[in-house]
């Protein structure tokens, strides 16, 4: 069993601020015991690129290597969650024909979704696939699971994710390092969507907004897969620089006026936000640059969702991440430009209730059940059936 110790595993989560390594288990139905976790911050990435390799490589092995310490066991598996920039969602219709008219069997899926697997490009790597739906014989009716059914023919359409060699490899060396003889890849945005969600939420389509500190993902999920997944390079880092760029005042106190600001209010002109005894940054002049840079994020999401087959304006709207979602105001701003209602969510597991959490921890939900099921069980034991 690919495990830390005991029924331990180890997950490490990237992220376009800091490399974070956790290390526990699953306690009871829902329950979970992170019990080490360490983060590293560095410099992070941008279109799909790290700003500094080195730097990323040496935070994944620094907080791999503390999270071994702190557990006091050796590293035999990591499961690593790939961010979004990283990933490329293809969508498939595969179809299979049974050898007869029978019940249909978890075999039969497995060798569906293996059947449309073939990637010839080496420079990403197939790390997960996931149905969206299928269809029997010749019906035009959809389900999200049909094992047990009896049919001769079964369709599907199934999420394809690959991930970019060039993170892969630095991820994989990282792991190796602290003595990880097997390394799992994980695509984050799909994890959210399946880790966060129950299944009845996940019957029809709905839109995930993950907002980090210089990239952002938009997911369109349904069932157990995506419908689409793009990812851009604005965060909530941009709209420190923005405001630190404009008002000419020291990044730190940038960053303050971003979270203090609040974009429900309406602030007199005279109004103080933030201040260090040389700078001063007006609450009414934050708010106007703030609410700009998320007018355009929004411009940006409404572009990618409205390329969307499926994705009318009353499907449901979630926002996670730590770039946007401890903004007061900043879902109340999306929604008016992009006409849909925005949802803030996080997990809720204890000690895990925060969006900048969503990541991280669906990665270490979808880990758990990889590493007590075989991975072509992962839909059948625990998101098809809960």
Sequence with gaps: MCALFNKDIVVMNVTSSAVTAMAGCKKGQSVYDVKFKVAKEYDGY????FFDEEDAAEAMTDALKEVAALSGASVRCVYVGVPGE????VNRPVTVTLDRVRRVVGADIDYLIAKGGDF?????VLIGSSPICYSVDTSDKYYFDVRGMNAGRVSATVSYML??????????????RVGAREVRFIAAPWAECVAMFEREQRDAAYILIDAGYLSTSVAVGRGEGLQDLKSFSIGGGHIAADIYEVLEVPFDLAEKAKELVDLNLSYSDDAVLVADGEHIIYAAEACAI??????????????IVGKASDAPTYIPVYLTGEGFSSMRGAATVLSEKLGRTVEICAPR???FTHPSDSSALSVFVVAETMSAKSAGSLIKSRFQRR
């Design 86 to 89: 990283f990933v490329t969602l």
């Design 46 to 49: 941008a279109d799909g690129r």
């Design 349 to 351: 597991v204890p000690g």
């Design 290 to 303: 703030v609410r700009a840079r998320l007018e355009y994020v929004a411009e940006i999401i409404e572009s």
């Design 163 to 176: 991930a970019e060699r060039a993170f892969t490899d630095v991820a994989r060396a990282a792991a190796e």
């Design 120 to 124: 010839d490009d080496d420079s990403y």
